[in-house]
């Protein structure tokens, strides 16, 4: 009986501290857009996007790929190109296009119509998306 006991309680702890990561992984998801939003205001849109961020830091001209990419640097201190915020951004591109994108996040930040006023939307969007998640975990 005391194992069983022991058992269930070791079990609620790991499920208490899997539901505190899942957390985590959203309060870094929304520090990363806010961060990505700050670094564009703080300096120019860089509306011509190439995926290589080296310039876009010594210009502070920033496109929306290396502004996300800057930002989850400097609070993850690792850029996961396949991780939650990216993947969430890329959702959303798709949810206002119909186009099929080869990389959607430069092909949306590159495309002619698109203003910065576009990019702080879809910003906030994916922010209030994030903290929809968190809420719900």
């Known amino acids: 009986m005391k194992t069983l006991l022991i058992l269930s309680f070791n079990l609620s702890i790991l ?22 939003e700050n670094i564009l205001k703080n300096g120019a849109w ?8 080296i310039d876009d830091i010594s210009n502070k001209s920033y496109s929306l790929y290396c502004a996300l990419h800057t930002a989850e ?6 850029y996961q190109h ?3 915020v990216m ?16 990389h959607p996040i430069r092909d949306y930040n590159n495309l002619k119509g698109t203003t ?6 879809l910003l906030k969007e994916v922010k209030l998306f994030l903290l929809k998640k968190k809420k719900s975990d």
């Open 87 to 102: 993947r969430s951004v890329r959702k959303f591109i798709k949810k206002r296009s119909s186009k099929r994108y080869k």
């Open 46 to 53: 860089n509306h011509q996007d190439d995926r290589l961020c």
């Open 116 to 121: 910065i006023q576009d990019i702080y939307s």
């Open 15 to 36: 499920n208490i501290n899997f539901l505190s990561a899942q957390g985590t992984r959203y309060v870094q998801g929304i520090e990363i857009i806010s961060t990505a």
């Open 73 to 78: 640097n400097k609070i993850k201190g690792k």
């Open 82 to 84: 396949r991780g939650l």
